[in-house]
């Protein structure tokens, strides 16, 4: 995982130097994994930390989840992202991007929004920096917006331009054996009923959890789309990345446990940003979350603490 320390900072307040921050990482079970790198573009600079992830633990492939958990060990403030909570515009009928859902295996949430009149263009240089220190290049704000809460939140997000979409509905279905379709990068891939995929009027737009399709690509001209944030059967996107040899982003952080709640968070992050940065008018869409997942309460024995840690604590 790689952290521009000036983005972690934005969510933990500490001065302690980027080699500092490299121990305690360390402690943490982060390890540094190459040198410490400098980032520079212009007036923004920062060093990076390239961190190991051995464990499967997707919240570590995210700055916000790297945040958290220094900050608890470093017993200081962690500072929540703003979010965009406002109830959106309510969509009229033929407004409305009718989601249906046709593998319920392979799907455990799809949450979206629809933006209309926005402006596609240019992303700030803030987060052109932040990407790029990352290792993502810039494409344009919609793209980058979505690249960039994926980075921050460690859920991907994609977006898909409306007027490209011949029935404002999105099908989501297990692929046909021998199925093609052409990726973002202009790579055709051939599919088979391991896979899942979103789909308009029958015809493949994304490969589900893996890579988005460029017939509904985001352009310059592109004014209205609809934005989702999926969550998936991990096991599916795991087999499916291996056999077409796709890794990527997504897949690294798809074929891990993440939590359903996950992409409430990580849309509301996104409203405001595009509204920010392309504005135009957001509309409630439809969140299609059949079973949604209860909270549990466990309680955690000192005992227990101690005897799998091999340590002994004393209560402040």
Known sequence: MKIPVEWLKQYIKTDKSTEELAKSFTLLGLMLDKPVSEYHDGKYQTDI???EHRMDRSDWLSITGCARDLAAFERVDFIFPELYTREGKKP?????VNIKVDCPDMVNRFNTRVFRNIRVGDSPEWLKNRLQAYGIPSINNIVDITNYVMV???????AQDLSKLKKQEIVIRKARKGEKMVTLLGETVELDDGNFV???NDVPTVLGGIVGGQSTGIEKTTTDIVLDAGNYNQVAIRKASRRLKIQNET???YDKFLHPDLTELAIHRATKLILDLAGG???TNIDWYPNPQTHKKYILRMERLEKLSGMHFVKD
């Open 49 to 51: 930390l390239d961190l």
């Open 92 to 96: 009229e009928a033929n407004q409305l």
């Open 152 to 158: 921050k939140t460690g859920q991907p997000m994609h």
């Open 198 to 200: 979103l789909t308009q």
């Open 251 to 253: 897949v690294l952080r």
């Open 281 to 283: 008018i957001y509309y």
